[in-house]
């Protein structure tokens, strides 16, 4: 599956952003998803999954209460939705597709296949 995401840019803190994640190539409602996310010399980090069924969702504690991931698998596309913007959200984002049947936590890099191309958020305070 190829994934394309877009919608970052630059925002005020306390301000919203909604990232896209658009995928094509092979049946997008059967992959789970996330949304990750890597800062200037910081490892990548999980920031929320979304189940093949959109019915569970999980979040990294730093973005509880202000992102929120969803999924139109009519549309084959995933949704981050970030409220509350934070300069510490700044970061290139990237979308990813993994395997349903995996049996480890859905904040493991291993249980993702497929990765987009990133789109960078950059939040001034």
């Known amino acids: 599956v190829q994934l394309q995401a877009f919608g970052g840019g630059l925002v005020q803190a306390g301000g919203s952003l909604r990232l896209s994640c658009a995928a094509s190539?092979?049946?997008?409602?059967?992959?789970?998803m996330g949304w990750f996310r890597q800062a200037p010399g910081k490892d990548r980090e999980t920031v929320a999954a979304?189940?093949?069924?959109?019915?569970?969702?999980y979040y990294v504690d730093s973005v509880k209460g202000r992102f929120t991931i969803s999924r139109d698998n009519a549309k084959n596309t995933v949704y981050l939705k970030m409220n509350n913007l934070k300069p510490e959200d700044t970061a290139v984002y990237y979308c990813?597709?993994?395997?349903?049947?995996?049996?480890?936590?859905?904040?493991?890099?291993?249980?993702?296949?497929?990765w987009g191309q990133g789109t960078l958020v950059t939040v001034s305070s």
């Open positions: 990813a597709a993994g395997n349903r049947y995996y049996s480890g936590s859905y904040y493991s890099n291993e249980r993702y296949n497929y």
């Open positions: 190539g092979r049946p997008f409602g059967t992959y789970d």
């Open positions: 979304i189940t093949w069924s959109g019915d569970r969702t």
